[in-house]
């Protein structure tokens, strides 16, 4: 959705939200942190330096990024919830966080649906199967052929145990019957570093990390 619109949104439930729990003044009166629950460089970190500025400009304080990775995305999102709910700690939701965290890992201390106040939704982000270009996979049907020639021997990365992508992946390698191996990383950008260095082989990633790989031929969609 245009970033004009996203932040006029935001403005309006922040702002809304504060008038009706906690703030006798205008919100907001001291700077506002923005959690990301991943490393810099990825889509979520990529999507809250979009809109932290503007929000910055448009409410004259300054909404602050600050990247808490580890575990999928949940020090982070914990971290937002050991704040104070008083509107100055607000954090990147993700299909991780959110929905795949909290049914496949038993150490979740929260639940989605009873201890966020969703302000707005600021991305949609397709997934894009990437290799690199040494696996000689032109398409997904030969990917398939060699994963099966090779039971585990193709090595495919991920932001992190239990988030999408990492879903995504053993989702794919069970519907086309392959076994992949697994390494999670603390977020999508430093799993795309090793693909495009050739350390693993394949992976599902978002156009927005995979983008400049592709054009430049260093990945092969």
Same mark, same amino acid.
């Given at each position: ?69 580890? %575990? ?26 959110? %929905? ?52 585990? %021997? ?13 879903? %995504? ?53």
């Amino acid at each position: 959705m245009p970033v004009a619109r996203t932040i006029a949104k935001l403005c309006a439930v922040l702002s809304a939200l504060c008038a009706a729990n906690v703030c006798a003044q205008s919100y907001p009166q001291k700077p506002v942190r923005i959690i990301v629950p991943y490393v810099a460089g990825g889509d979520t970190d990529i999507g809250a330096r979009i809109v932290a500025p503007k929000l910055t400009e448009a409410l004259g304080q300054q909404f602050i990024v600050e990247n808490r990775p580890g %575990a999928g995305s949940l020090i982070g999102t914990e971290a937002m919830l050991r704040s104070p709910a008083d509107g100055y700690t607000l954090a990147m939701g993700t299909i991780s966080s959110l %929905a795949v965290l909290p049914v496949t890992k038993s150490n979740v201390s929260y639940d989605p649906r009873k201890d966020f106040a969703p302000i707005a939704l600021l991305t949609r982000v397709p997934y894009v199967l990437v290799v690199h270009p040494t696996l000689p996979a032109r398409n997904v049907k030969e990917l398939v052929q060699i994963a099966k020639q090779r039971p585990g %021997a193709l090595v495919y990365g991920s932001p992190g145990i239990a988030t999408g992508i990492h879903l %995504a992946s053993e989702y794919f390698a069970l519907n086309v019957g392959v076994k992949f191996t697994h390494i999670p990383y603390k977020g999508g950008a430093q799993s795309m570093v090793d693909l495009a260095a050739g350390n693993i082989a394949l992976m599902f990633s978002t156009f927005s990390t995979a983008g400049q790989h592709l054009a430049s031929g260093r990945l092969r969609a």
